[in-house]
């Protein structure tokens, strides 16, 4: 599977992406956890070291120059939009429990948008990632899509949408289907998080008008508690597994009859 799973920050999207990684990795099948969102910290959650987390590829400036022929100097660059990018995933990502962890970052320059160096080098990598790796690939990616384009948002299985109970996640949830649709992602579910009530449950889907709610996260303290303190996700923890359990499998069961009916 190749999933994107979006949201605004404080969500829990990576708290989804670790314990779906993880899962995947206790089942002993090859899974790459890419951390696409500019403030991320998957690998914290994933219990990468600090001191072990790879650097981002968009900071690679040395790499970036090579790959695409840009020079370091002047406006109106001219520079390869298609560079070579198939050996990156195994260079420059780090091994955690059986899930190879690599980091993109983004593209920092104000004013640049995606028409640079940087910008090319990564969108070639989401496009290798999402059509060409035969692992798993989820991807922790912010609320805008930055990375994804057209080319590579065809790879994509399903994009998935964390909220919390809040207008402001309902709202931002929205703008992301929006998106997602307009780059070509026809698979686009949402799972909510922080779920206390039914009340709660209930009051988002009907905010959410129509779009597709595949599972819920419960409120959890100690998965709380260990978000402060900085520990990573425990796929070990009974709430937590089960829950994540049953969001995979409807998630999979949902891409296995849309195969079926594109078949």
């Known amino acids: 599977m ?12 990576t708290t989804l992406v670790a314990a779906l990684a993880k899962r995947l ?5 090859p899974v790459v956890a890419v951390d696409a969102d ?13 001191d072990a987390v790879p650097e981002p590829i ?12 840009a020079e370091d100097r002047g406006a109106g660059l ?11 995933p195994d260079r420059f990502s780090v091994d955690t429990g059986g899930i190879k962890l690599l980091v993109l970052g983004t593209v920092e320059s104000g004013g640049k948008g995606c028409m640079c160096p940087e910008g ?29 384009g057209r080319a590579s948002a065809t790879g994509v299985d399903a994009m998935i949408t964390v909220v919390e109970p809040g207008m402001r996640s309902v709202q931002t949830a929205t703008r992301i289907q929006k998106l997602a649709r307009e780059i070509g992602i026809k698979s686009a579910f949402v799972v909510a998080n922080k779920i206390t009530e039914g009340y709660e449950l209930d009051t988002l889907k009907r905010a959410l008008s129509g779009q597709l709610v595949i599972g819920m996260l419960p409120y959890h303290a100690e998965l709380a508690r260990a978000d402060l303190e900085g520990r990573p996700v425990d796929i070990n923890d009974r709430i937590l597994a089960e829950a994540v359990n049953r969001i995979a499998e409807t998630l999979e069961q949902r891409l296995d009859n849309q195969h079926i009916t594109a078949g």
């Not at 910290?41 to 990468?48: D, H, Q």
């Not at 690679?60 to 695409?68: A, E, G, N, V």
């Open 58 to 69: 968009a900071h690679m400036r040395d790499l970036i120059l090579q790959r695409t022929g």
């Open 38 to 50: 500019p403030d991320g910290n998957l690998a914290s959650a994933l219990g990468v070291p600090e």
């Open 2 to 13: 190749k999933l994107a799973l979006v949201g605004k920050g404080g969500v829990g999207k």
């Open 120 to 148: 090319a080098l990564l969108k070639a990598l989401m496009q290798h990632l999402l059509l060409r790796l035969d692992d798993h690939v989820i991807l922790d990616m912010e609320a805008g899509l930055e990375h994804m």
């Open 25 to 29: 990795a206790v089942l002993e099948q």
């Open 78 to 88: 001219m520079f390869k939009l298609n560079p070579k990018v198939d050996d990156l």
